[in-house]
């Protein structure tokens, strides 16, 4: 097991030149223990990446990125209304009331 921290998680989510080394550190022990807040400061990276203009909107979609910009291949459960109708129109299938 290894410990990582959140700017090498953060590598594992945007297209930076050492994606694939990590990649590879993940495919050998798949098994990830981060610090409780470590989620937090992704966001917040995420967030100040997409106002500094490095990242687009779209670029800090979750769910794009957790389905690997294939939406086909991920369903999303979502309550909110808005969210529901822009997940429809990337193409997830949306479950939910």
């Given at each position: 097991?290894?410990?990582w921290d959140s700017s090498a998680l953060l590598s594992l989510l945007v297209d930076e030149p050492s994606r694939d080394r990590l990649l590879a550190f993940l495919e050998e022990d798949s098994e990830v223990?981060?610090?409780w807040g470590t989620p937090v400061e992704i966001v917040c990276a995420l967030s100040r990446r997409e106002r500094e203009g490095l990242l687009t909107a779209e670029g800090v979609a979750a769910a794009l990125i957790a389905s690997d910009h294939d939406p086909r291949s991920l369903e999303l459960v979502c309550m909110d209304e808005?969210?529901?109708s822009a997940a429809r129109r990337e193409?997830?299938?949306v479950l939910g009331a």
């Open positions: 097991m290894k410990f223990l981060a610090w808005r969210l529901k193409g997830f299938t």
